[in-house]
Each structure stands twice: as structure tokens, then as C-alpha cells.
């Protein structure tokens, strides 16, 4: 199948198993001849050396001249730390994109350091909820008195994923009365929630939702995602702009504004990429209604005309050979019609 891809984009990552194995994962994804989208894992390999930029760019490569896909890459993406960034555009000289989410998770995380204290007080309750039976049957128990139907369990984060920390909060908020009610009755050591923190837990749904609603778009795997970026971030901007005009305490008015400053800083000159204006540009659903100016359309449309025009010549048939050729021309007794410059 990949012989025949003409162009691809490769995402790679790291990660630990549970038995604290390191490996590198190279994936590819490629529109196929059909316009279906595909995704093929090239490797997922054991990954003992040190995460220098040397290693991880040698692990890559090997991947990649496994498959012969050295001339196909328009980019790479991964997460970004600086260790794989300078392996992918110094070591590999390729084309280097951040992931999106990633970049979510890690303004997320930034603006969440003033709730840890209470989010550390939710964490060790659904631990302990999690750790013991008698806990849970009870807690399972208040729901089934409360008429809570079905019962649910307590989600626990995991700290890598921002996004978990979300649903912890909302699952613990929203068995507030079950779970209060348990904690009454098993008389364990565990932290109190003050009523000011449930009423901050409930503002912070409110205030991470748009975040895990873009997270979750842009981790999808059957459609496009890059049309969406500047479009999406947009929204999102201005989204926590009206927030801090809303009604909230103070802890949340802080970690929205650290919502907003995270997003300019990090995500700030999407429309200097030509890679992500062209891909939304030829969305049609997009166009150039996503762009914040005429400068940007213009410079997309440029930019679109030179690129059709440098590939229609790098593929077309010859229309001459030395035989029949004058100076360029194919009959020199014929002048040469200057062709229109094609509009967008």
C-alpha cells in the first residue's frame, strides 16, 4: 500500500508500559487512492537508549528507511519536548508540527497549578474510593438510595492526560450527595471537602469544558484535523475571553485567564504556518472566512497558485525536443500568447 502513497505524514511518540518498558512508536497517515484516510503503525519499538536527540533520530530513521519513505514525509509530528523537536527538524531535516492536544495538555496543566491543593483532596478520596471494596459497595449503595441509576464508580486521573483530571471532577461533582453522604458513614481519615471547594469544583467543569471539547475534536482519528486548528483556536480564544467577563471566584477567574495567556503564547501565529493556512484554505467548509485578514488570504492564494503551478510543470509530459525546439518556442513563426494568471 505505501509504495503507491506519493505523500505522508508520520506522528511518532514515546511511552512506558506497565512493566516500565520504554518504546518508540512511528505511525504514518495518508489519503489512499480511494480519498480514504489510512493509518499504518511502521513501529513500535523497544526503546532502551538514553532520549537524546541522537538516539531518537536514529531510532526513527531506521523506521523510516525500513519502509523507504524517505521521500514522502511533508511532516512529522510529536509531542514538544525539545529532545524530539531537534531530533525531527536538525537531526532528520524534516518538517516538525506539535501536537495539538499536547499543547492543550500543557496549558492545561499550567493553568491548573492553583486548584492542586484541592484537586490533591479529590484525588486521595477517589484513591481510597477505588482501593476499598467496602467504600465503593457503600458509596454504590447512597446512589441506589438516592435513585441514582446505574450506579457509577469514581474516575481517578492520570497525570499525564489533562483531560482525566476533567473527568475525575465531573464524575466526583456529580456524585456530590452519594459521595458525601458515604463519607459520613465509613468515619475514615479522609480530607474534607468544604462547600466553597464543591462550589469551586462545579466553576471548574464550567471553566475546562471548552478545553475538552476541543481536546477531544482534535484527537479524532477518522477525520482531517488540521483544517481545524486556526478555526478552533480562534473560537477558543475568544471563548475564555468572554469567561473572564462571567461571574466566577477568584481561583477560577485565575485559571482562566492562565487558560487565555497559555493560548496566545503557545498558540499565537497559527496563520504564519503555510502549512496550516493552505490546509484551511482548501477546507471547504473554511475557506478563507477562518483567516483574520485579507493580508493572510491573499498571501494563502499566492501561495496556493505557486505551488499548483511548480507541480503541473514538475509533472507535465514534454511538449518538445531538441528537434522541433527555437528558443523555447515550439514554431518560432508563432508568437507566444501570454496565458491569464488563474483567480481564486
Same mark, same amino acid.
Given at each position: 500500500?505505501? $509504495? ?26 495518508? #489519503? ?11 513501529? @513500535? ?8 536527540? $541522537?538516539?531518537?533520530?536514529?531510532? /526513527?530513521?531506521?523506521?523510516? *528507511? ?6 514522502? /514525509?511533508?511532516?512529522? #509530528? ?7 523537536? &531537534? ?31 484541592? *484537586?490533591?483532596?479529590? &484525588? ?17 449503595? +447512597? $446512589? +441506589? ?58 466553576? *471548574?467543569? #464550567?471553566?475546562?469544558?471548552? *478545553?475538552?471539547?476541543?481536546? &477531544? ?26 469567561? @473572564? ?13 492562565? !487558560? ?39 498571501? !494563502? ?39 491569464? +494568471?488563474?483567480?481564486?
Amino acid at each position: 500500500m505505501l $509504495q503507491y502513497v506519493k505523500g505522508l505524514t508520520l506522528t511518532t511518540d514515546c511511552w512506558t508500559s506497565s512493566t516500565a518498558e520504554n518504546y518508540l512508536a512511528v505511525t504514518a497517515h495518508f #489519503i489512499d487512492g480511494e480519498f480514504v484516510l489510512r493509518h499504518v503503525v511502521l513501529g @513500535c519499538e523497544v526503546f532502551g537508549e538514553r532520549h537524546t536527540s $541522537q538516539n531518537l533520530a536514529a531510532a /526513527i530513521k531506521k523506521i523510516i *528507511l525500513e519502509w523507504n519513505l524517505e521521500n514522502k /514525509i511533508n511532516i512529522i #509530528i510529536s509531542d514538544n519536548a525539545a529532545n524530539i523537536k &531537534k531530533a525531527i527538524q536538525d537531526e532528520l531535516r524534516f518538517k516538525h508540527f506539535g501536537c495539538y492536544a499536547h499543547t492543550i495538555n500543557l496549558i492545561a496543566q499550567d493553568a491548573l497549578k492553583p486548584s492542586l491543593p484541592v *484537586l490533591s483532596k479529590v &484525588k486521595d478520596i477517589v484513591s481510597y474510593f477505588r482501593r476499598s471494596t467496602h467504600a465503593a459497595n457503600k458509596l454504590c449503595e +447512597q $446512589q +441506589q438510595n438516592l435513585e441514582m441509576e446505574p450506579t457509577k464508580r469514581l474516575i481517578q486521573e492520570v497525570p499525564t492526560r489533562w483531560n482525566s483530571t476533567f473527568y475525575m471532577v465531573e464524575r466526583f461533582v456529580a456524585l456530590e450527595e452519594a459521595v458525601r453522604t458515604t463519607m459520613a458513614l465509613i468515619s475514615h481519615d479522609l480530607p474534607v471537602i468544604s462547600m466553597e471547594e464543591w462550589d469551586f469544583l462545579k466553576e *471548574l467543569i #464550567i471553566v475546562l469544558r471548552p *478545553l475538552e471539547e476541543i481536546t &477531544k475534536t482534535m484527537s479524532g482519528e477518522n477525520y482531517l484535523t488540521g483544517s481545524l486548528v486556526i478555526i478552533l483556536t480562534d473560537g477558543l480564544t475568544d471563548v475564555y475571553r468572554d469567561l @473572564c467577563d462571567k461571574q466566577f471566584k477568584d481561583m477560577s477567574k485565575s485559571i482562566i485567564k492562565a !487558560v487565555l495567556h497559555g493560548i496566545i503564547t503557545r498558540l499565537g501565529d497559527l496563520e504564519g504556518s503555510n502549512s496550516l493556512t493552505l490546509t484551511t484554505f482548501l477546507d471547504p467548509r473554511f475557506k478563507n472566512v477562518a483567516f483574520s485578514n485579507d493580508s493572510v488570504t491573499d498571501r !494563502v492564494k499566492h501561495l496556493l497558485i505557486s505551488s499548483l503551478t511548480a507541480n503541473i510543470k514538475k509533472n507535465a509530459p514534454p511538449l518538445m525536443n531538441e528537434e522541433n525546439k527555437d528558443n523555447g518556442r515550439i514554431n518560432p513563426d508563432v508568437e507566444e500568447k501570454k496565458e491569464p +494568471q488563474p483567480s481564486i
